[in-house]
């Protein structure tokens, strides 16, 4: 240090930052952008709450808050709907399943999850997995679409963006109504696969 010190007159050292006014709150603002619709953002909430419609009060409560604390922190609906739900550590508990989510060999894992999510959405009849002709996960899924639209239910997926396939079970008379909705918060859904 004391050549540089030296070289530049004992000019070495920086000054300090200048400081702010600005509350901590007020600089986060700054960061995040701005939603520009707040109609969206109600249409998220309304959305998360029919997905949730058959769990219980405060479990679906807190799914809720979780979607929309996502969507405050800058993601986007569907980013903050799947991750609200999904997240490993606090998203949806087992007994209260509403999104489902497997990737393109996860055979196992919709044998697994495919039961409690048929329970939750309210349906007596347990679903009982089996992999007979069904070469691919989008025939599964419509395999099990079919198994529901018997009971009056149907499984509609959700377009993540990634490469997992999410869905969801929904009544057969609210099916115009959800995909409705989900057009307005900005989520896309569909009873095919995408």
């Given at each position: 240090?004391?050549?540089?010190?030296r070289?530049?007159?004992?000019?070495f050292?920086?000054?300090?930052p200048e400081?702010?006014?600005?509350?901590?709150?007020?600089?986060m603002?700054?960061l995040?952008?701005?939603?520009?619709?707040?109609s969206?953002?109600?249409?998220?909430?309304?959305?998360?709450?029919?997905?949730?419609?058959?769990?219980?009060?405060k479990?679906?409560?807190?799914l809720?808050?979780?979607?929309?604390r996502r969507?405050?922190?800058?993601?986007?609906?569907?980013?903050?709907?799947t991750?609200?739900?999904?997240?490993?550590?606090?998203?949806?508990?087992?007994?209260?399943?509403?999104l489902?989510s497997?990737?393109?060999?996860?055979?196992d894992?919709?044998?697994?999850?495919?039961?409690?999510?048929v329970?939750?959405?309210?349906l007596?009849t347990?679903?009982a997995?089996v992999?007979?002709?069904?070469?691919?996960?989008?025939?599964?899924l419509?395999?099990?679409?079919?198994?529901?639209?018997r009971?009056?239910?149907?499984?509609?997926?959700l377009d993540?963006?990634?490469?997992?396939y999410?869905?969801?079970i929904v009544?057969?008379d609210?099916?115009?109504?959800?995909?409705?909705?989900?057009g307005r918060a900005?989520?896309?859904?569909?009873?095919?696969?995408?």
């Amino acid at each position: 240090m004391g050549i540089l010190d030296r070289l530049f007159g004992g000019r070495f050292t920086m000054p300090p930052p200048e400081e702010t006014n600005l509350s901590a709150s007020a600089i986060m603002k700054e960061l995040r952008p701005e939603r520009s619709d707040p109609s969206q953002k109600k249409a998220l909430e309304a959305f998360a709450q029919a997905l949730v419609a058959t769990t219980a009060e405060k479990e679906g409560a807190r799914l809720v808050r979780r979607v929309m604390r996502r969507y405050a922190m800058g993601d986007d609906p569907c980013s903050a709907l799947t991750e609200g739900f999904l997240n490993d550590a606090k998203g949806q508990k087992l007994e209260h399943l509403v999104l489902l989510s497997v990737d393109w060999r996860g055979y196992d894992v919709f044998e697994y999850l495919a039961p409690f999510l048929v329970s939750a959405s309210g349906l007596k009849t347990p679903y009982a997995y089996v992999r007979e002709n069904a070469t691919s996960m989008p025939q599964v899924l419509d395999n099990f679409d079919q198994w529901l639209a018997r009971f009056g239910k149907r499984f509609l997926h959700l377009d993540s963006g990634g490469e997992n396939y999410d869905g969801f079970i929904v009544d057969t008379d609210r099916l115009e109504d959800v995909i409705e909705l989900a057009g307005r918060a900005g989520i896309h859904v569909r009873l095919e696969s995408f």
